[in-house]
Structures are given as C-alpha cells and as structure tokens.
C-alpha cells in the first residue's frame, strides 16, 4: 500500500512539472494571472501614450477622421444648436467666431389643460434659436429641461401634479455647474445663463456669481432680462391680444403664442380649435396666421431684450448683479 503511495505522488509531481514546462515565459513585473488573459495590445505597459491629437471620440493613429486638425469632410451644418452639430461642426464654428454657448434653463411642470408640461423648453427652442441667429457668434447648447419645481416628501409646488420634475436646489447648482465648466474646458469665452421659469434664477445666479470671479479669461454670466413676461405687455396690447379677463390658469396669451412660435402642438392648436376652445383669457388663438404673426413679433422682441443684456454683460465681464428678488426664488406663480 505504501508503495502504490509513492507511485502516485510521482505521477503528481511529473504531471505539474510537465504542466509549468508548457506555460510562456513570463517578463519581470508581468502578472501571471492577468498576462494570459489579455489579448494582444491589452496588456498593461503596452498602451500608446496619450495623443494631443486625439479627438472624435477616438484615436488619431487609428483613424485620420479622430484628429484634431483633420478638415471637415462636409459643408458646415446649418444649425445653432450643439446637440445638432458633429464635433467637427462645433469646432469649426468656434473658429469662425461662435465663442459665446447660451445654456437655458426650462422646466417640466403643469399649464393648465392644454399646455404640453414641457413648456418653457418650447419657448427656449424658439427664443435661443432667434438669440443665437441674429447674434451671429453665439450656439445654443441643450435645453436644460429639469429644475427646481417643488418638494419631493412631502410634494409640494409644481410636484403636486403629475409630469412635474423636480431638482434639488443643490443638484440644480452642481448640474449647472458641470455644464457651465464643460464649455470652459472646450474654450467658449462667453458662458450665457437664461431661464424661463421661477425656480431657476436664484441657481443660475449662483453659479454665474461664483464662477465669474473664479475664472479671469471667462465670461459666465445669468441674464434675468429673458425671463420677464411683464415686457410684453405693450406688444400685447398694439396686437390687440392683451387679456381681458382671466381664466386663472398657469397660462396667458404671451406664453401661449412663444410656444407656438416652435410647435403649434404644445399648446394643442388645432385640437382646441376643432373643440371651440381657442381662447385663453379672452384672448382668442385661432386664426392660424393672426397667432403665427403675433408670435414671431414676440420672439423678436424677447430675443431682442435678451441681446441686448448678453452685449452688455460681455462688455462688463458678467459685473455682478443683484441676486434674483424673493418673488423668482422657490416662486411657483406666474410663467
């Protein structure tokens, strides 16, 4: 028995020395466990040194399409908007002169019976579309489209209703913040804040604010003056479409017709037409080229007021100004 012990301890031995034999040699500081489980080029020490070059999403030495001064292989597209643009496009843009990115800030919240709860993104489209254009050296980055709309535990605001989205004050601050210092990174001069709703002025003040004095080659700046429906209040009343009464919606004609400027859709246009509900205050929406002119005329003049801030605060390097008054900070009323 003792020897049929020893016999097999020898056959061990043979079949583990015959099993090392056959493995690769292995270089001085290379994992064995790891070495034989990476394939070619995977292994660590064998990565290429970072490229300077490297850009698209990939690398140069790969790819004449992933470096950085490799031209444009089509026409510039025709957009403002940089979510529709290739990074060629972008890149290519700025160095014709776009140096200024206007983030806005909307909302998803609830305007009555037939406003889409997406609302303030709607007038955003149209209203940084028309900034950014008739700016010539401005693009719009993407539609931030969730801010502070209430509480959570218990819901409180806009959180009542359903559809509603609602960031936390802080995480409003630090998304905007990310977003704000992206642009910085990729060399925009003029960072632009507009919003469209009452929960957002007092974040875009405070990111504006504190990120202006940090950077000295940078302009950040919050423009309150976009969000001020109190301004069209002549233009309303030379249209003849000032209300005279009201429905006590979260809804008025000014509002209604910047929405439809973009998407005849979101204020439900020609189901309301069919329904005979095409008012809103006493304002009448239904003749189709009546409300289309009427909400260019108001784009126009948004847009204008809202140049004329941007030029100013660039002139000024975003001179700080007053934080937003109590009635825009945490505020639910209104637009």
Same mark, same amino acid.
């Given at each position: 028995?003792?020897?049929?012990?020893?016999?097999?301890?020898?056959?061990?031995?043979?079949?583990?020395?015959?099993?090392?034999?056959?493995?690769?040699?292995?270089?001085?500081?290379?994992?064995?466990?790891?070495?034989?489980?990476?394939?070619?080029?995977?292994?660590?020490?064998?990565?290429?040194?970072?490229?300077?070059?490297?850009?698209?999403?990939?690398?140069?030495?790969?790819?004449?399409?992933?470096?950085?001064?490799?031209? *444009? %292989?089509?026409?510039?597209?025709?957009?403002?908007?940089?979510?529709?643009?290739? =990074? @060629? #496009?972008?890149?290519? &843009?700025?160095?014709?002169?776009?140096?200024?990115?206007?983030?806005?800030?909307?909302?998803?919240?609830?305007?009555?019976?037939?406003?889409?709860?997406?609302?303030?993104?709607?007038?955003?489209?149209?209203?940084?579309?028309?900034?950014?254009?008739?700016?010539?050296?401005?693009?719009?980055?993407?539609?931030?489209?969730?801010?502070?709309?209430?509480?959570?535990?218990?819901?409180?605001?806009?959180?009542?209703?359903?559809?509603?989205?609602?960031?936390?004050?802080?995480?409003?601050?630090?998304?905007?913040?990310?977003?704000?210092?992206?642009?910085?990174?990729?060399?925009?001069?003029?960072?632009?804040?507009?919003?469209?709703?009452?929960? *957002? %002025?007092?974040?875009?003040?405070?990111?504006?604010?504190?990120?202006?004095?940090? =950077? @000295? #080659?940078?302009?950040? &700046?919050?423009?309150?003056?976009?969000?001020?429906?109190?301004?069209?209040?002549?233009?309303?009343?030379?249209?003849?479409?000032?209300?005279?009464?009201?429905?006590?919606?979260?809804?008025?004609?000014?509002?209604?017709?910047?929405?439809?400027?973009?998407?005849?859709?979101?204020?439900?246009?020609?189901?309301?037409?069919?329904?005979?509900?095409?008012?809103?205050?006493?304002?009448?929406?239904?003749?189709?080229?009546?409300?289309?002119?009427?909400?260019?005329?108001?784009?126009?003049?948004?847009?204008?007021?809202?140049?004329?801030?941007?030029?100013?605060?660039?002139?000024?390097?975003?001179?700080?100004?007053?934080?937003?008054?109590?009635?825009?900070?945490?505020?639910?009323?209104?637009?």
């Amino acid at each position: 028995m003792k020897s049929v012990r020893i016999v097999a301890l020898i056959l061990l031995i043979c079949v583990i020395a015959m099993a090392q034999a056959q493995q690769p040699p292995q270089t001085a500081g290379q994992p064995g466990a790891q070495a034989g489980q990476r394939g070619a080029g995977g292994q660590r020490g064998n990565q290429p040194p970072p490229d300077p070059r490297d850009m698209g999403g990939g690398q140069c030495a790969e790819n004449v399409w992933n470096c950085k001064d490799t031209p *444009n %292989p089509l026409p510039q597209y025709d957009s403002v908007w940089i979510e529709e643009l290739t =990074w @060629m #496009d972008v890149r290519d &843009a700025m160095k014709l002169g776009k140096n200024t990115v206007i983030i806005a800030t909307g909302g998803m919240e609830p305007n009555g019976p037939f406003l889409a709860t997406g609302k303030h993104n709607f007038v955003l489209r149209a209203n940084c579309e028309a900034i950014a254009r008739k700016m010539g050296t401005a693009l719009c980055a993407p539609i931030v489209k969730f801010v502070p709309e209430g509480g959570h535990e218990p819901a409180s605001g806009h959180m009542k209703s359903p559809g509603t989205i609602s960031l936390r004050e802080e995480t409003f601050v630090a998304l905007l913040t990310d977003i704000v210092t992206s642009f910085k990174v990729h060399g925009f001069k003029n960072i632009i804040l507009i919003g469209d709703s009452g929960g *957002n %002025p007092n974040g875009m003040w405070t990111v504006a604010e504190a990120l202006n004095k940090k =950077w @000295m #080659d940078t302009t950040v &700046a919050h423009i309150r003056e976009h969000y001020d429906y109190g301004s069209l209040g002549p233009l309303m009343a030379e249209l003849g479409m000032r209300g005279t009464k009201s429905d006590n919606l979260h809804d008025d004609p000014g509002i209604t017709l910047n929405m439809f400027a973009d998407d005849p859709n979101s204020v439900r246009y020609h189901q309301r037409v069919k329904a005979g509900l095409a008012t809103i205050n006493g304002v009448s929406i239904g003749e189709y080229e009546k409300s289309l002119a009427a909400a260019k005329r108001i784009v126009d003049l948004r847009s204008n007021n809202t140049i004329a801030a941007i030029k100013k605060a660039i002139e000024t390097k975003g001179a700080s100004a007053a934080r937003p008054p109590a009635a825009q900070r945490g505020n639910r009323g209104g637009q």
